[in-house]
């Protein structure tokens, strides 16, 4: 990339104007494919969560590379993700839930609980889903061999998440979920 587009990315990382998403969600629509990744780079480093919540929006429209590309910040993207699936917009909680099991969160996994818990949640069961899932892939990481990539002890992990599920088992009179 020529030192001028790469200024102008930095610039559009740091800049805390909103503008800024605009343009890149525009960049991400060219057709020149170093200009689309450095635009979901860019979206991915920004600060404010605008952005992230964009790419969510059209999650289900991007292609795997750039699927992958994010899950690779999934730190980036995880308060988006959170939004997404406490919201009652259909697609963009199934986004939410696909993003979330391609991240491995499972920081996220109270969130799950929560929009699962909720009587008036219509999309309670692709929470419940979800959750059943990503506890799957939780128990795959400690029992198989350990990703020092993610960099984190998946036991450390559950003993955070326990907790969690185990109130929202005490609570099982209250919501009635499975």
Known sequence: MN????????????TPNEAAVSVLLSAL?????????SAL???LHRRRSCGQ???LQ???TLNERWKRIV???????????RHAILSTDTQLCTNGCDALLRIREY????????ASRAPDNPQAELALGTLLQLAELLYDEMTGPRDRKRGRDPSRTRHYVIPSLQS???????????
């Not at 996220?108 to 609980?113: A, E, F, R």
């Open 3 to 14: 030192n001028s587009l790469e200024k102008t990315f930095a610039v559009l990382t740091d």
């Open 29 to 37: 629509d060219t057709s020149d494919a170093l200009i689309q990744e």
């Open 41 to 43: 780079q860019t979206l």
């Open 53 to 55: 919540r964009e790419l």
């Open 58 to 60: 059209r999650w289900h």
């Open 71 to 81: 899950a690779e910040h999934p730190r980036r993207i995880a308060n988006a993700v």
């Open 107 to 114: 920081e996220l996994m109270p969130t799950l609980i929560t």
């Open 168 to 178: 929202a088992v005490d609570r099982f009179d209250l919501h009635k979920r499975r």
